[in-house]
């Protein structure tokens, strides 16, 4: 079984610049989250979908940030512009819709650096 | 969220077991505890889970305090493999997003 996949896996852009990274979860998965860690921090959520649904977006830090997950499959977290302090590492997860607490799947990561 | 609180670091030697503490005073009735660890340039991986009960599976065992308010992970036989971060995490039951504090830095030595 595939596990979560991360493209691209490193990016460097300047400042101003467009980015938009992509998540594909593992196939059957309705739950995918986005998490990043900046410098020197704490792994951090920003969102949670379920299917094409934004659940929960209480981590995305500013509107310079969209997540779309189209038809429920793959999702991609584009910055725009893009600023010096969203270079960090960012990752993907995703989990089975179950109750209780059960695992997420974590990606490999996009690092990103903005220069 | 209800915060945990584990070492910076811990070091331990090859095939030695390996017991990664954590405090979690404020916990509630209906938190799950969760352990997950990063290894390099990984992303983080699940671990094990717990509610009250103790817990085994393949990778780990997990004892929750009476209380509650601690709990260990325990790694039986470490291997120069399980050096990673490993994270001790709080997840209400129905809440779907992961609180990561700083986790414990393990180091094995060979």
């Known amino acids: 079984e595939a596990g979560v996949t991360q493209f691209p896996s490193h990016s460097v852009i300047e400042k101003g610049q467009t980015v938009t990274l992509r998540c594909d979860p593992i196939s059957g998965h309705d739950n995918l989250y986005w998490y990043r860690r900046v410098m020197g921090k704490e792994i951090k959520f920003l969102l949670h979908?379920?299917?094409?649904?934004?659940?929960?977006e209480s981590g995305m830090p500013n509107n310079r940030f969209l997540a779309e997950r189209t038809g429920g499959t793959y999702s991609t977290l584009k910055v725009q512009p893009a600023e010096l302090e969203d270079s960090g590492v960012y990752f993907c997860?995703?989990?089975?819709?179950?109750?209780?607490?059960?695992?997420?799947?974590f990606g490999p990561g996009t690092r990103l650096t903005v220069t | 969220d209800a915060k945990t609180t584990q070492p910076n670091s811990m070091e331990s030697n090859e095939e030695e077991p390996v017991h990664l503490p954590c405090n979690h005073s404020?916990?509630?009735?209906?938190?799950?505890i969760h352990w997950y660890r990063q290894l390099p340039s990984q992303g983080p991986e699940y671990v094990i889970h717990?509610?009250?009960s103790n817990v085994n599976n393949r990778m780990a065992s997990l004892a929750i305090a009476e209380d509650r308010k601690s709990s260990t992970l325990i790694l039986h036989r470490a291997t120069l493999r399980d050096a990673a971060v490993y994270y001790c995490?709080?997840?209400?039951?129905?809440?779907?997003?992961?609180?990561f504090g700083q986790g414990t830095r393990l180091t094995i030595n060979p």
């Open positions: 997860a995703s989990s089975q819709v179950l109750a209780g607490g059960r695992e997420q799947y």
């Open positions: 979908f379920v299917k094409e649904s934004k659940q929960d």
């Open positions: 404020t916990i509630s009735g209906t938190d799950y």
């Open positions: 995490i709080l997840r209400r039951q129905g809440a779907q997003k992961l609180v």
């Open positions: 717990g509610l009250t």
